[in-house]
Protein backbone atom coordinates (compact mmCIF):
# COMPACT_ATOMS: atom_id res chain seq x y z
CA UNK A 1 0.00 0.00 0.00
CA UNK A 2 1.62 3.59 -1.00
CA UNK A 3 1.96 5.90 2.20
CA UNK A 4 0.37 9.27 2.02
CA UNK A 5 2.85 12.58 1.74
CA UNK A 6 1.66 12.94 5.48
CA UNK A 7 2.57 9.29 6.12
CA UNK A 8 5.54 9.76 4.50
CA UNK A 9 7.11 12.94 6.67
CA UNK A 10 5.36 11.14 10.19
CA UNK A 11 7.86 7.92 9.38
CA UNK A 12 10.70 9.53 8.04
CA UNK A 13 12.85 12.55 10.32
CA UNK A 14 16.23 13.76 9.74
CA UNK A 15 16.60 10.59 6.97
CA UNK A 16 16.49 8.14 9.75
CA UNK A 17 13.00 5.32 9.30
CA UNK A 18 10.85 5.12 12.08
CA UNK A 19 11.21 1.62 13.84
CA UNK A 20 8.52 -0.85 11.73
CA UNK A 21 5.58 -0.77 15.16
CA UNK A 22 6.25 3.35 14.97
CA UNK A 23 5.71 3.38 10.84
CA UNK A 24 2.85 0.99 11.70
CA UNK A 25 1.09 3.45 13.86
CA UNK A 26 1.89 6.45 11.75
CA UNK A 27 0.54 4.67 8.74
CA UNK A 28 -2.70 3.74 10.26
CA UNK A 29 -2.79 7.73 11.77
CA UNK A 30 -2.48 8.87 8.32
CA UNK A 31 -5.40 6.74 7.26
CA UNK A 32 -7.30 8.05 10.00
CA UNK A 33 -6.64 11.41 8.90
CA UNK A 34 -7.17 10.95 5.53
CA UNK A 35 -10.47 9.55 6.01
CA UNK A 36 -11.45 11.94 8.54
CA UNK A 37 -14.16 13.87 5.96
CA UNK A 38 -15.18 10.32 5.16
CA UNK A 39 -18.27 8.82 6.07
CA UNK A 40 -17.05 6.23 9.01
CA UNK A 41 -17.59 2.52 7.85
CA UNK A 42 -20.64 0.92 8.84
CA UNK A 43 -18.82 -2.07 10.24
CA UNK A 44 -16.49 -0.09 12.31
CA UNK A 45 -17.69 -0.23 15.25
CA UNK A 46 -18.55 -3.81 15.53
CA UNK A 47 -15.56 -5.00 14.46
CA UNK A 48 -14.16 -2.55 17.16
CA UNK A 49 -15.89 -4.49 19.74
CA UNK A 50 -14.84 -7.30 18.78
CA UNK A 51 -10.97 -6.19 18.93
CA UNK A 52 -11.24 -4.71 22.05
CA UNK A 53 -14.06 -4.78 24.55
CA UNK A 54 -12.90 -7.31 27.55
CA UNK A 55 -17.01 -7.65 27.69
CA UNK A 56 -16.57 -10.12 24.79
CA UNK A 57 -14.10 -11.56 25.60
CA UNK A 58 -15.75 -12.72 29.01
CA UNK A 59 -18.67 -13.49 27.22
CA UNK A 60 -16.95 -16.45 25.46
CA UNK A 61 -15.02 -17.64 28.60
CA UNK A 62 -18.70 -17.68 30.09
CA UNK A 63 -20.36 -19.09 28.09
CA UNK A 64 -17.49 -22.18 27.79
CA UNK A 65 -17.63 -21.86 31.49
CA UNK A 66 -21.66 -22.38 31.37
CA UNK A 67 -20.53 -25.81 29.09
CA UNK A 68 -17.93 -27.07 31.50
CA UNK A 69 -19.94 -27.31 34.13
CA UNK A 70 -23.14 -28.73 32.19
CA UNK A 71 -20.41 -31.58 31.51
CA UNK A 72 -19.66 -31.56 34.74
CA UNK A 73 -23.29 -32.49 35.81
CA UNK A 74 -24.02 -34.61 33.10
CA UNK A 75 -20.96 -36.43 34.35
CA UNK A 76 -22.41 -36.89 37.87
CA UNK A 77 -25.56 -37.92 36.43
CA UNK A 78 -27.40 -35.02 37.02
CA UNK A 79 -30.92 -35.62 35.07
CA UNK A 80 -29.97 -39.27 34.36
CA UNK A 81 -33.60 -39.71 34.03
CA UNK A 82 -33.71 -38.30 30.66
CA UNK A 83 -30.53 -39.45 29.96
CA UNK A 84 -29.66 -42.77 28.14
CA UNK A 85 -26.17 -45.04 28.33
CA UNK A 86 -24.89 -43.41 25.30
CA UNK A 87 -21.77 -41.47 25.53
CA UNK A 88 -21.93 -37.99 25.96
CA UNK A 89 -20.95 -35.08 23.69
CA UNK A 90 -21.62 -31.87 22.41
CA UNK A 91 -22.48 -30.49 18.83
CA UNK A 92 -20.72 -27.32 18.40
CA UNK A 93 -20.70 -24.30 15.35
CA UNK A 94 -17.56 -23.33 13.80
CA UNK A 95 -16.97 -20.00 12.64
CA UNK A 96 -17.76 -17.12 15.33
CA UNK A 97 -18.42 -20.24 18.36
CA UNK A 98 -14.89 -22.16 18.18
CA UNK A 99 -12.91 -20.15 15.74
CA UNK A 100 -12.85 -16.44 15.49
CA UNK A 101 -13.78 -14.08 12.47
CA UNK A 102 -11.88 -10.88 13.81
CA UNK A 103 -8.63 -10.73 11.57
CA UNK A 104 -11.31 -11.61 8.72
CA UNK A 105 -13.64 -8.34 9.76
CA UNK A 106 -10.09 -6.22 9.83
CA UNK A 107 -8.64 -7.12 6.73
CA UNK A 108 -12.44 -6.29 5.32
CA UNK A 109 -12.57 -3.31 6.46
CA UNK A 110 -8.88 -2.48 5.69
CA UNK A 111 -10.08 -3.31 1.89
CA UNK A 112 -12.45 -0.84 1.96
CA UNK A 113 -15.79 -2.94 1.91
CA UNK A 114 -18.98 -1.73 3.62
CA UNK A 115 -20.72 -5.96 3.69
CA UNK A 116 -19.07 -9.59 3.99
CA UNK A 117 -17.03 -10.44 0.86
CA UNK A 118 -17.27 -14.16 0.15
CA UNK A 119 -13.83 -13.17 -2.03
CA UNK A 120 -12.12 -12.39 0.85
CA UNK A 121 -13.50 -14.96 3.20
CA UNK A 122 -12.59 -18.03 0.98
CA UNK A 123 -9.18 -16.52 0.78
CA UNK A 124 -9.08 -16.21 4.64
CA UNK A 125 -9.86 -19.68 5.09
CA UNK A 126 -7.62 -21.12 2.77
CA UNK A 127 -5.23 -19.29 4.43
CA UNK A 128 -5.59 -20.34 8.00
CA UNK A 129 -7.07 -17.29 9.46
CA UNK A 130 -9.43 -18.58 11.78
CA UNK A 131 -8.44 -17.89 15.45
CA UNK A 132 -9.49 -19.94 18.40
CA UNK A 133 -12.32 -18.08 20.38
CA UNK A 134 -11.72 -17.39 23.89
CA UNK A 135 -11.60 -20.47 25.82
CA UNK A 136 -12.43 -22.60 23.20
CA UNK A 137 -9.16 -24.94 23.29
CA UNK A 138 -9.15 -25.28 26.67
CA UNK A 139 -12.73 -26.27 26.50
CA UNK A 140 -12.72 -28.67 24.28
CA UNK A 141 -9.61 -30.17 25.58
CA UNK A 142 -11.34 -30.95 29.24
CA UNK A 143 -13.92 -32.03 27.39
CA UNK A 144 -11.53 -34.59 25.88
CA UNK A 145 -9.82 -35.39 28.75
CA UNK A 146 -13.29 -36.20 30.24
CA UNK A 147 -14.40 -38.82 27.63
CA UNK A 148 -16.67 -36.15 26.34
CA UNK A 149 -16.62 -35.44 22.78
CA UNK A 150 -17.18 -32.81 20.84
CA UNK A 151 -18.95 -32.79 17.04
CA UNK A 152 -18.36 -29.36 14.66
CA UNK A 153 -21.36 -28.44 12.23
CA UNK A 154 -20.67 -25.95 10.19
CA UNK A 155 -22.25 -24.42 7.23
CA UNK A 156 -19.51 -23.44 4.76
CA UNK A 157 -18.61 -23.54 0.95
CA UNK A 158 -15.33 -22.97 -0.52
CA UNK A 159 -15.63 -25.83 -2.96
CA UNK A 160 -14.39 -29.28 -2.98
CA UNK A 161 -11.90 -29.07 -0.83
CA UNK A 162 -13.77 -27.02 1.66
CA UNK A 163 -14.20 -30.23 4.36
CA UNK A 164 -10.54 -29.95 4.33
CA UNK A 165 -10.06 -26.24 4.62
CA UNK A 166 -12.21 -27.30 7.84
CA UNK A 167 -10.83 -29.66 9.56
CA UNK A 168 -7.26 -27.83 8.80
CA UNK A 169 -8.81 -24.69 10.54
CA UNK A 170 -9.98 -26.53 13.87
CA UNK A 171 -5.80 -28.08 13.78
CA UNK A 172 -4.53 -25.12 13.51
CA UNK A 173 -6.53 -23.24 16.33
CA UNK A 174 -5.13 -26.22 18.66
CA UNK A 175 -8.56 -27.48 19.22
CA UNK A 176 -9.34 -31.40 20.39
CA UNK A 177 -11.21 -33.37 17.69
CA UNK A 178 -10.26 -31.48 14.46
CA UNK A 179 -10.65 -34.65 12.61
CA UNK A 180 -12.94 -36.13 9.66
CA UNK A 181 -14.92 -38.05 12.38
CA UNK A 182 -16.52 -34.88 14.40
CA UNK A 183 -16.41 -32.38 11.37
CA UNK A 184 -19.51 -32.13 9.08
CA UNK A 185 -18.86 -28.92 6.66
CA UNK A 186 -22.55 -28.48 5.01
CA UNK A 187 -21.90 -27.22 1.70
CA UNK A 188 -25.60 -26.57 -0.30
CA UNK A 189 -27.51 -25.44 3.02
CA UNK A 190 -27.50 -24.03 6.19
CA UNK A 191 -30.12 -26.38 7.92
CA UNK A 192 -28.15 -28.09 10.38
CA UNK A 193 -31.06 -30.37 12.08
CA UNK A 194 -30.15 -33.16 9.81
CA UNK A 195 -26.42 -33.42 10.95
CA UNK A 196 -27.50 -32.99 14.63
CA UNK A 197 -29.93 -35.60 14.40
CA UNK A 198 -27.48 -38.22 13.21
CA UNK A 199 -25.45 -37.21 15.86
CA UNK A 200 -27.44 -37.21 18.96
CA UNK A 201 -28.84 -40.99 17.74
CA UNK A 202 -25.77 -42.00 18.73
CA UNK A 203 -24.62 -39.83 21.54
CA UNK A 204 -26.39 -38.15 24.53
CA UNK A 205 -25.97 -34.07 23.20
CA UNK A 206 -25.35 -31.94 26.33
CA UNK A 207 -25.84 -28.93 24.98
CA UNK A 208 -25.19 -27.26 21.17
CA UNK A 209 -22.55 -24.64 21.17
CA UNK A 210 -23.79 -21.49 18.82
CA UNK A 211 -23.34 -17.93 18.10
CA UNK A 212 -26.32 -17.91 15.34
CA UNK A 213 -30.25 -19.19 16.73
CA UNK A 214 -30.11 -21.61 13.67
CA UNK A 215 -27.17 -23.52 14.99
CA UNK A 216 -30.09 -24.50 17.78
CA UNK A 217 -32.95 -25.40 15.83
CA UNK A 218 -34.08 -24.49 12.12
CA UNK A 219 -37.67 -22.69 13.32
CA UNK A 220 -35.56 -19.44 13.90
CA UNK A 221 -34.77 -19.62 10.46
CA UNK A 222 -37.26 -16.95 9.37
CA UNK A 223 -37.25 -13.46 7.76
CA UNK A 224 -38.77 -11.33 10.69
CA UNK A 225 -37.37 -9.73 13.23
CA UNK A 226 -39.68 -9.87 15.90
CA UNK A 227 -40.68 -13.37 14.76
CA UNK A 228 -37.33 -14.35 15.54
CA UNK A 229 -36.97 -12.57 18.83
CA UNK A 230 -40.61 -14.20 20.01
CA UNK A 231 -39.38 -17.37 19.07
CA UNK A 232 -36.13 -17.24 21.33
CA UNK A 233 -38.20 -16.47 23.96
CA UNK A 234 -40.89 -18.65 23.50
CA UNK A 235 -37.81 -21.44 23.99
CA UNK A 236 -35.80 -19.36 26.79
CA UNK A 237 -35.59 -21.74 29.36
CA UNK A 238 -33.32 -23.75 27.02
CA UNK A 239 -30.22 -20.88 26.71
CA UNK A 240 -27.80 -21.57 29.24
CA UNK A 241 -28.41 -25.05 29.53
CA UNK A 242 -29.78 -26.93 25.87
CA UNK A 243 -28.42 -23.74 24.29
CA UNK A 244 -25.23 -22.32 24.78
CA UNK A 245 -25.59 -18.99 22.72
CA UNK A 246 -21.97 -16.83 21.53
CA UNK A 247 -21.72 -13.01 20.13
CA UNK A 248 -21.96 -12.35 16.28
CA UNK A 249 -22.36 -8.57 16.17
CA UNK A 250 -21.28 -8.20 12.30
CA UNK A 251 -22.86 -11.41 10.71
CA UNK A 252 -25.69 -14.09 10.75
CA UNK A 253 -29.21 -14.75 10.09
CA UNK A 254 -30.21 -11.49 12.40
CA UNK A 255 -29.15 -10.13 9.09
CA UNK A 256 -31.29 -12.33 7.18
CA UNK A 257 -34.07 -11.19 9.27
CA UNK A 258 -32.83 -7.30 8.81
CA UNK A 259 -32.64 -7.78 5.00
CA UNK A 260 -34.00 -10.67 3.47
CA UNK A 261 -30.48 -12.12 3.19
CA UNK A 262 -27.47 -13.01 5.46
CA UNK A 263 -25.19 -11.64 3.29
CA UNK A 264 -26.49 -8.64 1.52
CA UNK A 265 -24.11 -5.95 -0.92
CA UNK A 266 -23.18 -3.07 0.21
CA UNK A 267 -26.38 -0.73 -1.43
CA UNK A 268 -27.41 2.80 -0.47
CA UNK A 269 -30.35 0.67 0.35
CA UNK A 270 -28.33 -1.97 2.33
CA UNK A 271 -27.10 1.14 4.64
CA UNK A 272 -30.47 2.98 4.57
CA UNK A 273 -31.71 -0.35 6.30
CA UNK A 274 -28.80 -0.57 8.63
CA UNK A 275 -29.97 2.74 9.84
CA UNK A 276 -33.27 1.76 10.51
CA UNK A 277 -32.43 -1.09 12.16
CA UNK A 278 -30.03 0.65 14.19
CA UNK A 279 -32.94 3.21 14.65
CA UNK A 280 -35.74 0.42 16.09
CA UNK A 281 -37.49 0.64 13.15
CA UNK A 282 -37.46 -2.91 11.42
CA UNK A 283 -39.57 -5.58 13.06
Keep these: MALSRRAMVTGIAAGTVLPLAAQSQAQAQAQADAAGDEVQNILSTAAAWRQ ?27 GQQRRGRRPLAFVSDVDDTVLSSDTYWARLLSAGKQAFDDELWDAWVRENGPTPTP ?7 YAESRGVQVFYVSSRDQGPDTHELG ?18 MLRDSSDKEPAQRAIAAEYDVIAYLGDNLNDFARRYYVKSVSERKALATEDSE ?28 DTPAYRARMLQAAQGLVT
Design 135 to 141: GAVEFTH
Design 238 to 265: RFGRDFILFPNNTDGHWMRAIFGESEPA
Design 52 to 78: TAAERDMLYRQAFNIAADRLDAALRGE
Design 167 to 184: VANLRHAGLAFADDAHVT
